[in-house]
């Protein structure tokens, strides 16, 4: 049985993994810290989570908490996850951080564009990228993960097939993403409150959102060449997550169906990859609560325009259930333990 600490625990992301961890045979929540409610009782502040009435919030002692878990998920907030990280890889553990901390290779972008400094610059040369159907090979190596951004996993593996089949013009590249308001985080905000979200639908970060740099990074490793993306994302007024259209020129002539070949080609044996019939799409509510994510692609004859359709859900596929995922391809679990579940309906 593996014993699992998470760190940050309040926050959406740690309340999901909370949930999935619940039904996972192979592992048992041991710690789990929140510097404003540690001493509360877990269930005090989350009821729904009663599996785990015995359990604490506590302070994130990082010596302490060193021997109460053999996997360590960081689910804090940007720029407070390195040293915490760095401590317990340096000590021997694994580690999947669910920040952005650790997901830019290289210090320089990081910096750029959440304006720190990156101070442990050789344990992040040590970190694997965790999209399994991109780097399942090195996620069974690796100690250190860092768990994708959810707007990037709905990008890149909308894309992963149409690039590396040389399918599109890698310059054409247009990414409109939709994400419900629990991307932003559980926080006191007026710009996702309900009174400010509800019945309304806008874009936000045109060319300046933080995800850009990560889903450039990933694609230009799998094109072998740098690439520019025009992306975009906006706020939905629903709770969870994410539609992706994707807009990219074809390099030749093709029609739908020989694409949708690539697509399940590619993904054909992949657990939690879903392609969609020619003429279906995906629909958020569909992966409502899942590990999955569905794809459709459309190819528009009049324009030779490749349109691709992605949907997951941020807190799971787009975060905690990718989390446990590459868990258990690190620790050599089935990969669909404790994920299997299926969207809720209606």
């Not at 006191?188 to 970060?205: L, R």
């Not at 959102?209 to 025009?230: K, Y």
């Not at 879903?274 to 794809?295: A, M």
């Amino acid at each position: 049985m593996l014993k699992i600490a998470i760190c940050g625990g309040s926050g959406y992301t740690g309340i999901e993994l909370l949930r999935i961890l619940a039904g996972h045979p192979d592992a048992r929540v041991t710690a789990i810290t929140s510097e404003k409610s540690a001493g509360k009782r877990l269930t005090a502040l989350f009821p729904h989570l009663h599996k785990y009435q015995d359990l604490l919030f506590e302070p994130l002692n990082k010596e302490k908490l060193l021997d109460k878990a053999d996997i360590f998920f960081l689910a804090l907030p940007h720029g407070a996850s390195q040293e915490a990280v760095n401590f317990f890889f340096r000590n021997g553990k694994k580690v999947i951080d669910l920040s952005a901390d650790f997901r830019l290779r290289d210090p320089g972008t990081y910096k750029d564009w959440y304006g720190l400094a990156h101070d442990f610059v050789p344990t992040l040369k040590r970190t694997v990228y965790g999209l399994p159907e991109m780097y399942r090979n090195r996620i069974r190596k690796a100690r250190l993960i860092a768990n994708p951004g959810c707007y990037p996993t709905s990008a890149i593996l909308g894309l992963l097939p149409a690039i590396k089949g040389g399918l599109v013009d890698l310059s054409s590249i247009v990414i409109d993403s939709k994400s419900g308001t629990s991307g932003a985080g559980r926080k006191a905000d007026i710009a996702v409150s309900f009174c400010e979200v509800n019945e309304g639908f806008k874009a936000y970060g045109i060319g300046t959102h933080r995800h850009t740099p990560e889903i450039e990074q990933e694609l230009s490793f799998l094109a072998g060449e740098n690439i520019t993306v025009d992306f975009t994302p906006h706020l939905l007024p629903l709770d969870r997550g994410i539609l992706t259209t994707i807009y990219a020129k074809l390099t030749k002539k093709t029609d739908t169906v020989s694409v949708l070949n690539v697509y399940k080609k590619k993904y054909g044996n992949e657990p939690f990859v879903k392609v969609l019939e020619e003429g279906v799409y995906p629909n958020i509510k569909n992966v409502r609560g899942t590990n999955f994510c569905q794809l459709g692609v459309k190819v528009n004859t009049r324009t030779n325009t490749l349109v691709i359709v992605s949907a997951i859900d941020n807190l799971v596929k787009g975060a905690s259930g990718q989390a446990v995922h590459n868990m258990n391809i690190m620790t050599g679990i089935e990969e669909e333990k404790g994920l299997t579940n299926l969207a809720l309906f209606p």
